[in-house]
């Protein structure tokens, strides 16, 4: 995105909000730890009247990094939806295994 940024200090949060030919974006960030509290992306051509809004909430601190486990998300226009969704398991920095075999009927094959 190579619009401006303009930003907008209050008093328990910082909001930051660019616009370009098709979307306007709003972030609000909390002012106290950084953490994202919500991000809004509105239409701005004025073809659909499509909005989105997403909040953050429930943040955890894992392995250095602060993680919004419960996530609200809400959608208006021709189709309006809203969404909840819930991490319960989620780790960073880690290393990942997946226990998987090739079953006797396939065979590996490089090209």
Not at 83 to 92: A, M, P, Q, R
């Given at each position: 995105m190579n619009t401006p940024?303009?930003?907008?200090?209050?008093q328990d949060s910082i909001k930051i909000t660019?616009?370009?030919?098709?979307?306007k974006y709003?972030?609000?960030?909390?002012r106290n730890d950084f953490n994202l509290g919500q991000a809004r992306l509105a239409s701005t051509h004025g073809y659909s009247d499509v909005d989105a809004n997403i909040f953050y909430n429930d943040y955890?601190?894992?392995n250095a990094i602060n993680f919004s486990a419960q996530r609200?998300?809400?959608v208006t226009g021709r189709s309006p939806m809203n969404?909840?969704?819930?991490?319960?398991?989620?780790?960073?920095n880690q290393p990942q295994?997946?226990?998987?075999?090739?079953?006797?009927?396939?065979s590996i094959r490089y090209d």
């Open positions: 940024l303009n930003y907008e200090f209050r660019a616009a370009d030919a098709l979307i709003i972030f609000s960030f909390t955890h601190l894992v609200d998300i809400a969404l909840e969704l819930s991490f319960k398991e989620y780790n960073f295994t997946f226990l998987f075999t090739i079953p006797k009927n396939y």
